[in-house]
């Protein structure tokens, strides 16, 4: 006899995405809402952490009963209760993390305290029951930019990260010095379109590192001065950028997969996900390995809850839960053992 699914209701608050979700062992969301507060950080081009916060606060306990409502499902009918206790943006993490400290306390339901960059790399498993692990996971997003292996739940290998500025970042930064709106990485595909990606010379940061890593503050440096020199059109410039993020992570993922045993599965997940010509790199990238590929559906790459319900899910069989008096972090890496990379502003 089969045993019963069981029920995790997950909480995502750690940038400017306030979500919550209901999702079972057996794959189902059974209900979910998001909640951008795109319109109210698009005046500044950018999240402002104090707006963000605040906005997490006053949305998050009606949207938690209107999931459990969708659902026809009570609070103690719930396995455990999972939210996203970093990396992030302190405030809204504790908006999320301490509202989920007070359900399990209230309803005696065990606490996840779930890591947003796990949340990430499990996703794509949510999405397809069929991918095994290992797998590699290009983790681009507008706060992080990692190559990491996914060995299994709660091993994870990072392979690479940012040394300065997240590929997310980079576009909606270039966005904002070619004057096109926030989040910038859809109007800069868009823009892209109309352009040449050859016709700007842009620097390819760290093409050919013997280090694994990335960086991209060159890049859109190059994107300011090529903009203030007068010399290129908005659409050239934004086409070749793209076209040097692509150069970028595909150069990375070569020396990544050059370096480590094979696995049958290249996966992309987070926001930046979204842009087709990245996507069709990474599968042509993919096929040169004789790998498949895997991109989530975009409602799963870009911030959500039903990946911090789902990490919950793969998390319930380790049993192993989180104490009330858990922290809040804003940094925390997936791969404690990954060594430190060198350069200031260094992301987790
Ligand atoms: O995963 P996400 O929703 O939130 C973070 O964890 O940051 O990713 C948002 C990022 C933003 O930087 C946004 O500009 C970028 O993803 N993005 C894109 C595209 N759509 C969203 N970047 C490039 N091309 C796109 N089509
Ligand atoms: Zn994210």
Known sequence: MSTPPRLVLGIESSCDETAVALVDTQRNILAQRIASQDDKHAPYGGVVPEIAARAHAERLAPMIEAVLEDAGVALEDCDAIAATAGPGLIGGVMVGLVSAKALAMASDTPLLAINHLEGHALSPRLADPDLEFPYLLLLVSGGHCQILLVEGVGHYRRLATTIDD?????????????????????????????????????????????????????????????????????????????????????????????????????????????????????????????????????????DNAAMIAWAGCERLPLGEFDPLDIAARPRWPLDPDAEPVRGAGVKA
């Open 166 to 302: 997240a590929l997310g970042e980079a576009f909606d930064k270039s966005a904002k010095i070619l004057g096109l709106g926030f989040p910038g990485g859809p109007a800069v595909e868009k823009l892209a379109l109309e352009g040449d990606p050859g016709a700007v010379p842009l620097p390819r940061p760290l093409k050919g590192s013997s280090e694994p890593h990335f960086s991209f503050a060159g890049l859109k440096s190059a994107v300011l001065r090529a903009h203030e020199s007068g010399e290129h059109s908005a659409a050239n410039i934004a086409a070749s950028f793209q076209q040097a993020a692509v150069d970028c992570l595909i150069d990375r993922l070569n020396h990544a997969m050059e370096r480590t045993d094979p696995v049958a599965n290249l996966v992309v997940a987070g926001g930046v996900a979204a842009n087709q010509v990245i996507r069709s790199a990474l599968e042509e990238l993919a096929k040169t390995y004789g790998m498949g590929f895997t991109a989530p559906p975009m409602s799963l790459c870009t």
